[in-house]
């Protein structure tokens, strides 16, 4: 028998309205995950792992979170769940040390902010507890295995799809998301190379994995340009506010959109025709290849150093 703690790490929107409380709120519930989810490192024959998630509030983290809880019924591992809700990379960080400090067996992250970690993550390979970072890599020794989507070969399929159906004309506006964070870096990376190679001018614009400034900036681009052929977001939620920018500006000439995730209501805005594309992730198999790798660390089996799955291209023609 094993034990998970699950700890999600990140927010979204969930408080921009309360931006005075955002402390407050991270610093009490820090205090009842330790309170009420203590970890008993005396309790024989009982390996304890600890889950550091993202978000408890975006769909990708939601699926990736379940995924987990089904992969440690099929290895009788039991989970519970420390999930924060805002996206706090200091937060994190602390989680991180109490569950060193807690001398759990293992670790899964799914980082905010990889360089927030690395003093939490040197602690615990000071203490020789393995960790598996999960959708985004993590420079740091401490790492025994990385596993997550190949968002190289997805932003690639996303770009060759925006040059073919634009013909390689006009403007690509790259709603980006945080400064440096390897998957945003990433997938930004292959629609530009794929957008400049085919002669097209490409639009960056940051908008930190965030909706409400995805629609300000998709606001103020169109405003502003009037050669913007397609739009492509690093995230769904952003293509899909990207979606609803161009509905009410009645824009007649038209835009392309394309997301990176595959969630469900991106997926339902595509059938519907609102949006063009999304490159789609797999986080049941991610959260389940973790939790299977991780089993296998403990057990000294042999493992995976780095597990890349493939996304594939959803549009109209397979939607359904």
Known sequence: MYTIIFIHCVGGTLFKQFIIL????????LMLCIILYPVNTQAKNKLTVAYIGFSTDRPFWVTLGNAIKKGATTWNIDIIDLTPPDPDPKLQSKLLEHAVAKQVNGI???AITPSFLYTALSKA??????VIAVDTKIEHHAIASFIATDNIKGATLAGQYIVDKTKGIGTVLILGGTKNHPNGEARRNGVEKEAKNAGMTVLFRRANWDDELAYKITSEELQKKNDISAIFSCWDPGIDTASHVIEKMKIKNKILTVGFDGLTRTLGYIRDGKVD?????NPIIMGEKSVENLVS??????FLIEILISPYLVDQNNSK
């Open 22 to 29: 955002k402390g407050f709120f991270s610093i009490c519930i």
């Open 108 to 110: 899964i992250i799914g």
């Open 125 to 130: 390979s000071q203490n020789k507890i393995p």
């Open 277 to 281: 594309a999304t490159i789609a992730q």
């Open 297 to 302: 660390i403990l057990n000294g089996d042999d």
